[in-house]
């Protein structure tokens, strides 16, 4: 926050963190809706078992596209631009979607549902980032994954509410969507833009060399080791981690009704009753992100996500090894999974990269998962080699994030704030870390210098 601007125009960091977090809430609400209504679709309107997977992997390729492009013009043209316009494309979408007659208009939506949730997912989470304190920033970036869950057991309810009404039931998914997009839009007109980005817009605008405005494109993070190790940890993490959490999220449906024998409405039931597990889960990352706990409970996590996938694999496609997998799936993802990789990105990467990067993950992995959700219905003819290539996968993504980020000690927001200190009138005191730089560009001189093991106490959190 500029030291000029009164206390009490800031927002409330647990609003904004609410509605932007809101976000994750509803990319995961369309993934697993689309799941669950193209099945109901496949029976009413007569698309085919080809096309549910074409419209699946559109969705999933959208999501990487709008992530790509939104991160990158968050970082331009600011937080509050963009959450707005993306809210706007998912209403759109969603209301072709719940039109649609055939094909064609269904792809249409498909496409506008994903752009706008992928171009809002780094925006937001920056926005969240930047609006908390060092006090509160995993927790507050951590919330946004009890929102993603939220998201799943929202679209499971309407599962259950409407999974035996053909046409219908697919058209209130499809609608929940865009109803909780409509209102977010309008709570988001109450959130200003982030005092950050706004900070490093215009020293960036000035010339100001500090270290948020003299890094802001993909040369200084290949340049620049301190910013591309966790870049390529987070790549490789998040890329294949979420091969098994998108072909959980699209697939489980179809996997539960046509591999393992239950109803759309059992399957429904069953991701409700283990998401509330991951919910709790959820909850204690929270209490654990901002300590030294957190690469502990990280390994733990780890072990069960990846294990989870060879249950099935070992006792076979029914009902009780099905349940097992969705509960220690629950677990582990709480603590090895997405939320993770939303404060890693928060932490590693200054102001005018940290949209870019988190929409560059996430379009990258994005794009394997669209790739993946293209055979991964062919492949569940043989279910059991098909779990165990996920599994594999998995553990060779968590493998990525323990080497990249269990020595990490950089971050962000205290060099940040070390740079402003710096620029103040007030100059830092001969024994302050900023003192041996007093000016932005030799801070960011200094900056290659570092990397991600160098020993760095950052602020308390």
Known sequence: MRPDRPESTAPNPWWVALICGMASYIDAAAIVSSGTALVLYQHSIGITAGQIGILSASLTLSIAVGALTGGRLGDRYGRRRVFLSTMMMIVAGSILLVLAPGFAMLMAGMVLVGLGSGADLPVSLASISEAASDHNRGRLVGFSQILWFGGIIGANVFGIIAGGLGQLGGQVMFAHVGIVALVVLVARLSVPESTTWADADRERSSGTATIRASN????????????????????????????????????????????????????????????????????????????????????????LLAGSYLIPVVFGF????????????????????????????????????????????????????????????????????????????????????????????????????????????????????????????????????????????????
């Open 318 to 461: 029914t009902l009780l090894p099905w349940i097992a997998l969705s509960f220690f799936n629950a677990i582990g993802g709480a603590f090895a999974f997405e939320a993770i990789m939303k404060i890693w990105s928060q932490e590693s990467f200054p102001t005018l990269l940290r949209s870019s990067i988190q929409g560059s993950v996430i379009g990258i992995a994005r794009v394997i998962a669209a790739g993946v959700a293209l055979i991964t219905p062919a492949l569940m003819t043989t279910p059991v080699l098909a779990y165990l290539l996920i599994a594999i996968i998995v553990a060779v993504g968590l493998v990525c994030g323990w080497a990249g980020f269990r020595h990490s000690r950089f971050d962000a927001f205290a060099e940040e704030a070390r740079d402003a200190s710096s620029l103040s009138p007030a100059r830092p005191s001969a024994d302050h870390p900023s003192a041996a730089h007093p000016s932005g560009a030799s801070r960011a001189a200094a900056l290659p210098t570092l990397s991600p093991s160098t020993p760095y106490a950052p602020t308390e959190r």
């Open 216 to 303: 802001t494109g993909l040369k200084d993070v290949l340049g620049k080791k301190v910013f591309l190790v966790p870049f390529l940890a987070l790549i490789g993490f998040y890329t294949f981690t979420n091969i098994g959490a998108n072909t959980g999220g699209q697939f489980g449906t179809y996997i539960g009704v046509n591999v393992v024998g239950i109803s759309v409405q059992q399957q429904s039931l069953l991701g409700i009753v283990m998401l509330g597990v991951g919910m709790l889960g959820a909850m204690a990352f929270m209490k654990v992100v901002d300590t030294p706990l957190r690469m502990t409970f990280y390994a733990i996590g780890a072990v």
